[in-house]
């Protein structure tokens, strides 16, 4: 995992890198407002099958190339 700042992300220069900037420093800087409405009991009602990232990734670790 890289910590890349929404200001250096802006900054990569393909299309699209200052509107995902923009995305990533408005869920970094208004988290609660991003978070706060989305309850993951109702996705899990919705969706009983959706996993925990832990979970996801114990599924999937194989498929992640490390170098």
């Given at each position: 995992?890289?910590?890349?700042?929404?200001?250096?992300?802006?900054?990569?220069?393909f299309p699209g890198a200052e509107d995902?900037?923009?995305?990533?420093?408005?869920?970094?800087?208004?988290?609660?407002?991003?978070?706060?409405?989305?309850?993951?009991?109702?996705?899990?009602?919705?969706?009983p099958s959706l996993q925990t990232f832990?979970?996801?990734?114990?599924?999937?670790?194989?498929?992640?190339?490390?170098?």
């Amino acid at each position: 995992y890289n910590d890349v700042p929404p200001e250096v992300y802006r900054g990569f220069g393909f299309p699209g890198a200052e509107d995902l900037g923009n995305m990533f420093q408005f869920k970094r800087d208004f988290q609660e407002v991003f978070c706060g409405p989305r309850n993951p009991s109702v996705a899990r009602a919705l969706n009983p099958s959706l996993q925990t990232f832990d979970g996801w990734l114990v599924q999937n670790k194989s498929r992640i190339p490390m170098e």
